[in-house]
């Protein structure tokens, strides 16, 4: 039996179950809206909201598209330069990791100072928080090139730019698509979390008002949006890596 259609509509399946007792729990134990609304408090506050929703929606979907953007060509050209030589790799990868470690919330008020309240903060947060899964993942597959593959397109006559750009590269799309699909939930992260202390304006904000006027249901709304950009994004890479990239993932494709 093809087990194909069931790993397809599984993900659905299992939303709608939780829901379905998310919903079931809410109304057993009569759970307070205002503490943990329900699904269908949730969704009355969507559609009473929607208009207003929509414009934070698309405010927080074009700052991180922004913020991702920039991750995406200083990650490619972070990645390439430590891929392709082993004293850069040595010498800066250390410092990006522990660059990496420290939370990106905290860039958040220093950013205000620089660029003040607005769209600057959010992509420069947004690129932050998404651009290392990027550059490591363009290392890894460079830096990860196996030598005797190396030492006979040499012999070949093939230079170093050579091989790096007709095999390594090509070679580092899977580990490239991947990072994408990380980074860009990161990227919503990113630009959520400076919305919510540096912006009038995105679903950042709209949490904090939300919450302040005790309107949990619209909060929720809010999170739920930003979850299903992000998800949508996720499923375009995706797609895109299955069509450029199949001869990566030829060995699990069924028959």
């Known amino acids: ?20 007792l998310w919903q079931l729990v809410c109304t057993v134990f009569d759970v307070s809206e205002f503490v ?3 699904p269908a408090r949730i969704w009355n506050q969507f559609w009473e909201f929607k208009t207003i929703i929509a414009g934070h929606a698309w405010r927080t ?15 490619v050209l972070l990645g390439f330069m430590l891929g392709s030589s082993r004293l850069a790799y040595a010498a800066v990868y250390p410092l990006m990791t522990g660059f990496n470690a420290l939370p990106k919330a905290a860039f958040v008020p220093i950013l205000v100072v620089w660029f003040g309240i607005g769209v600057g903060p959010a992509v420069l947060t947004a690129f932050l928080i998404s651009f290392f899964p990027i550059m490591v993942n363009i290392a890894t597959g460079l830096a990860t090139l196996e030598p005797e593959l190396e030492d006979v397109l040499r012999v070949l006559g093939a230079r170093r730019w050579d091989v790096l750009m007709k095999v390594g590269l090509p070679r580092s799309m899977p580990y490239f698509y991947g990072s994408l699909k990380v980074a860009i939930t990161l990227a919503f992260v990113g630009t959520t979390v400076s ?6 304006e995105g679903i950042g904000y709209l949490l904090i008002s939300a919450g302040s006027a005790m309107q949990m249901g619209l909060a929720f709304a809010g999170l739920l949006v930003v979850g299903v950009m992000a998800m949508a994004m996720y499923e375009l890479f995706a797609v895109i890596e299955k069509r450029t990239t199949a001869w990566a993932h030829r060995g699990s494709q069924g028959h």
Do not use: H, Q, Y
């Not at 979907?61 to 990650?75: E, K, L, N, R």
């Open 1 to 20: 039996m093809n087990a194909k259609p069931l790993e397809r509509w599984a993900p659905w399946l299992l939303l709608v179950a939780l829901v379905a």
């Open 195 to 200: 919305e919510m202390t540096a912006a009038n």
């Open 61 to 75: 979907f074009w700052v991180t598209m922004a913020g991702f953007g920039i991750a995406i060509v200083v990650g």
């Open 36 to 38: 943990f609304p329900s």
